[in-house]
């Protein structure tokens, strides 16, 4: 597999719990910032009644189509290229956005715009999960979060872990509800907000 992430693969089957407990069976995915594909390879292949759609940034669509060519199942669709900084989603009325450690890797608007976008694309009911770390009340839950903050923005400046209640707060500006902020291994979360 080309561009295989560690982490993705240490986390895939904690999240994959989370979603098989809420998604509909016939949910219709779309994942924003699919990477090498492993999260929509494994998901798909453990929930053969969902469709799953990936997208990625145009500079990662051929990896990410290779490997879904290479390994992929009858339920995960061709990816899509989804540039946050453009605003162009695909057609609305998804039943989940799904986007796993994007929010604390983009910077502060282009977070904005993925919220803005999954409050525009869903269907209602429909859920808006997001995987990875988060500030309360501006302080870490661990000073390894510090240190990987302060390592983001070493590469980054604009990048960065969010404040919980910075993220909560555009869901609900979109009309979308928190109904569970999940712990997770390896200092993350799991936030889903429902339409």
Same mark, same amino acid.
């Given at each position: 597999?080309?561009? &295989?992430?560690?982490a993705a693969?240490?986390n895939?089957?904690?999240i994959l $719990?989370?979603?098989?407990?809420r998604?509909?069976p016939n ?5 924003? =910032?699919s990477?090498?594909?492993q999260h929509a ?7 053969? +009644?969902?469709t799953?759609?990936?997208t ?18 009858p ?5 899509l290229i989804?540039d $946050?900084?453009?605003?162009q989603?695909?057609?609305? !009325?998804?039943?989940?956005v ?5 929010i604390?890797?983009?910077?502060? !608007?282009?977070g904005?715009?993925?919220?803005r976008?999954?409050?525009?694309n869903?269907?209602e =009911? =429909?859920?808006?999960?997001?995987? =990875?770390?988060?500030?309360?009340d501006g302080? &870490?839950? +661990?000073p390894s979060?510090?240190? &990987? ?10 990048s960065?872990i969010?404040? &919980? ?5 555009l869901a609900n500006?979109?009309g ?8 997770m291994?390896? !200092?993350n979360?799991i936030?889903?907000f429902?339409?």
């Amino acid at each position: 597999m080309l561009h &295989f992430s560690e982490a993705a693969e240490k986390n895939k089957n904690h999240i994959l $719990l989370v979603l098989r407990d809420r998604l509909l069976p016939n949910a219709h995915v779309l994942e924003i =910032g699919s990477g090498s594909g492993q999260h929509a390879l494994y998901m798909a292949s453990e929930m053969k +009644t969902i469709t799953w759609q990936p997208t990625e940034r145009s500079e990662g669509m051929l990896d990410l189509t290779k490997n879904l060519s290479d390994y992929g199942s009858p339920n995960i669709l061709a990816p899509l290229i989804l540039d $946050l900084s453009l605003e162009q989603w695909p057609s609305a !009325n998804t039943n989940c956005v799904y986007s796993a450690n994007v929010i604390h890797i983009v910077n502060k !608007n282009l977070g904005e715009n993925l919220i803005r976008g999954a409050g525009n694309n869903l269907s209602e =009911g =429909g859920l808006l999960i997001l995987y =990875g770390p988060y500030k309360y009340d501006g302080d &870490f839950t +661990t000073p390894s979060n510090a240190e &990987f903050d302060a390592w983001l923005k070493e590469r980054d400046p604009h990048s960065g872990i969010r404040d &919980f209640e910075w993220v909560a707060d555009l869901a609900n500006q979109q009309g979308l509800q928190l109904q569970d902020d999940l712990p997770m291994p390896a !200092n993350n979360q799991i936030l889903i907000f429902q339409r």
